[in-house]
C-alpha cells in the first residue's frame, strides 16, 4: 500500500511529537511493506509567521490533494494579541470547515500500568474503555453573530449557537454506526431542560435511534455527565454530543487516561479525507525540552491506520507497543511523580523496539505455523 500523508506540524510541541508519529509510522511501513509518503504544510502560528495567515490556501491544497493528514498543535503566547482573524486557532477551526471534518472521536481507555500516578485509586478505572463523539463544524464555536459590542452605551458581547437539523442528525447518526460495533450503548449528552438546541438534539437522537433497534438509546444532562465520567466511567460506550459540550468533556476523560498526552483523536470527514491528531494543546513552555508525551500523536497516527487505510492489523500492533511500553514502567514526565522518565524521543524508541520485538515474534510464530 502506498498513501500520502499531509504533515501539519503546528506550534510548540507539535514539532516534537509528529516527528515521533512520522518515525513509527515509517518503522511499521518497512515490517508491513507500506509506502508513507509524507508532505509538509503550515498551519496555526506558523503559518501565520510564514503567510500572514493561520491557514493558508497552499495548506488546504495540501491536504485535499493527500489520503489523510496529521496535525501537531496551534497556538502560543507568541500570537495571542494579534486580531482576531490571526489567532492560530483560527487555523484549526477554519481546517474543520474546508475539509467538512463534523465528527471527532475521541477513544478514552484506562491503563492499569498507568494507575500509581493516576488521582483515582483501587479499581476505579478498571474496564474503562469508552468513546466520545464531538460534533465539530456547529455550535457556539461557529454561530454567528459572535462579537463584542455597546448595547446602550455598556460593553456587552454575543455568541450564537447555531444548528441545523442535518448537522445533528448525521452526528448522532455515526455515533450509532460505531456504537454497533460496539457495545450498542449511545449516551447522547445535552441541556435539554434549558436550551433550545438541546431540545431539537434531544428529538433527533430520538428519531436516529429507531434506525438502530439493536443499540441503547439514553440521555444525560451535560452537568450529570461530567459528574458521572468520574463517578462511574464503566457506564459509558459511546458518548454523543454537541461541539462545545464534547470539547469540556473529552478534556475531562482525559484523566481517566493518566494525561492529555494520553488521548488521541480522529476527525471524520464526509468525504473520506479524515484529520488526525493528538487532544493535548501546543505546550509552549515544554517547547523543544524533549519532555512532551508523543504517544496521543503515535495513538492518533494509529487511528489513521485503522480508519483512513483500513489496516487493522498495523494500527494494534501500535497500540500493543504502546501498552507494553508502559507495562515496563516507561513514563513521560507527565506520567509520573518522579524526578526519573524517559525523554520525548526516548519514548519514540521505546515504542519502535516494542514493535519490532512484537513483528520478530509474529514471524517466528508464522515459521512454525
Known amino acids: 500500500m502506498r498513501k500520502k500523508i499531509a504533515v501539519l506540524p503546528g506550534d510548540g510541541i507539535g514539532k516534537e511529537v509528529i516527528q515521533g508519529a512520522i518515525d513509527v509510522l515509517q518503522t511499521v511501513g518497512r515490517y508491513y511493506h507500506h509506502e508513507f509518503e509524507f508532505q509538509y ?35 502560543g503566547p507568541k500570537w495571542d494579541r494579534n486580531e482576531a482573524h490571526l489567532r492560530p486557532e483560527k487555523g484549526l477551526l477554519a481546517i474543520r470547515k474546508e475539509l467538512d471534518l463534523f465528527a471527532n472521536l475521541r477513544p478514552v481507555q484506562s491503563y492499569s500500568s498507568l494507575q500509581e500516578t493516576s488521582p483515582f485509586k483501587g ?25 463584542r459590542l455597546r448595547d446602550n452605551g455598556e460593553e456587552a458581547v454575543v455568541d450564537t449557537l447555531f444548528y441545523k437539523r442535518k448537522e445533528m442528525e448525521r452526528i448522532i447518526d455515526t455515533a450509532f454506526q460505531l456504537a454497533k460495533k460496539r457495545n450498542k450503548k449511545v449516551t447522547s449528552v445535552d441541556k435539554a431542560n434549558v436550551l433550545q438546541s438541546s431540545k431539537l438534539w434531544r428529538d433527533v437522537a430520538e428519531e436516529v435511534a429507531t434506525k438502530y433497534p439493536d443499540v441503547e438509546l439514553e440521555h444525560m444532562l451535560v452537568d ?28 475531562e476523560a482525559a484523566m481517566l487516561s493518566g494525561s492529555l498526552g494520553m488521548l488521541p483523536s480522529a476527525s471524520l470527514s464526509s468525504n473520506g479525507l479524515h484529520l488526525y491528531e493528538p487532544a493535548h494543546g501546543s505546550a509552549p513552555d515544554i517547547a523543544g525540552k524533549q519532555i512532551a508525551n508523543p504517544i496521543a500523536m503515535i495513538l492518533s497516527a494509529a487511528m489513521m491506520l ?46 519502535k523496539e516494542a514493535l519490532a520485538d512484537d513483528f520478530a515474534i509474529l514471524n517466528i510464530m508464522e515459521a512454525y505455523a
Do not use: W
Open 41 to 75: 504544510g503550515a498551519i496555526g502560528g506558523e503559518a501565520i509567521d510564514q503567510f500572514e495567515s493561520p491557514l493558508p490556501k497552499e495548506t488546504i491544497d495540501l491536504c485535499r490533494q493527500s489520503d489523510a493528514v496529521l496535525l501537531g498543535a496551534v497556538g
Open 123 to 147: 479499581d476505579h478505572l478498571e474496564g474503562v474503555d469508552f468513546l466520545i463523539v464531538r460534533e465539530l463544524t456547529g455550535g457556539l464555536y461557529f454561530g454567528k453573530p459572535s462579537e
Open 224 to 251: 450529570n455527565a461530567a459528574m458521572q465520567l468520574i463517578a462511574k466511567p464503566q457506564q459509558f460506550d459511546v458518548i454523543v454530543t454537541e461541539n462545545m459540550f464534547g470539547d469540556i468533556l473529552s478534556d
Open 306 to 351: 485503522r480508519h483512513s487505510f483500513q489496516l487493522d492489523e498495523e494500527a494494534g500492533a501500535i497500540e500493543k507497543a504502546v501498552k507494553h511500553v508502559l507495562e515496563a514502567g516507561k513514563r513521560t514526565k507527565d506520567l509520573t511523580y518522579q524526578n526519573r522518565f524517559v525523554r520525548t524521543n526516548e519514548m519514540v524508541e521505546e515504542i
